[in-house]
């Protein structure tokens, strides 16, 4: 059975729902400091962060633009349109993700949920906002 493309305000509502979750699930890490709340919230962080590059992908192909070649360009092409306001720090997501996986042996768990906690989900709810401002115009 075939299932209907979602529309940019369809994704927009995923992407709310996801980051109220990822909202709780900070409010526990901070709360509990374990490993397990902290491992919660990078899972949920990373799913939030997909749903916002997917949010980004469908408002681009809205207005006519891409297919891009991965979230840098993606990324990149945001930050031109002025949906995000810190390109820097959203390529920074990009590379942390990469760094965190845990397939790799660095123990990067704290600093990364520092990362977060005080920059990343800030920056999560900011482009919630512009995105509910664009997409109401």
């Known amino acids: 059975m075939k299932t209907l493309p979602q529309s940019c305000e369809q994704c927009l509502e995923i992407y709310s729902k996801a980051l109220d979750d990822l909202e709780l699930y900070a409010a526990r890490a901070k709360k509990l400091k374990t490993s397990e ?54 390529l920074d997501i990009v590379i942390d993700r990469i760094k965190y996986n845990p397939v790799y042996e660095m123990d990067s768990q704290h600093d990364f949920v520092e990362r977060v906690l005080k920059i990343y989900i800030p920056m999560l709810e900011k482009f919630e906002d512009t995105m509910t401002k664009k997409l109401d115009e």
């Open 37 to 90: 709340a902290n491992r919660e919230l990078i899972i949920n962080f990373e799913i939030t962060h997909e749903l916002a590059l997917k949010l980004m992908g469908k408002y681009f192909e809205k207005m006519g633009k891409g297919p891009f070649s991965g979230s840098r360009d993606l990324t990149v092409e945001a930050f031109h349109a002025e949906l995000i306001h810190d390109g820097k720090a959203w």
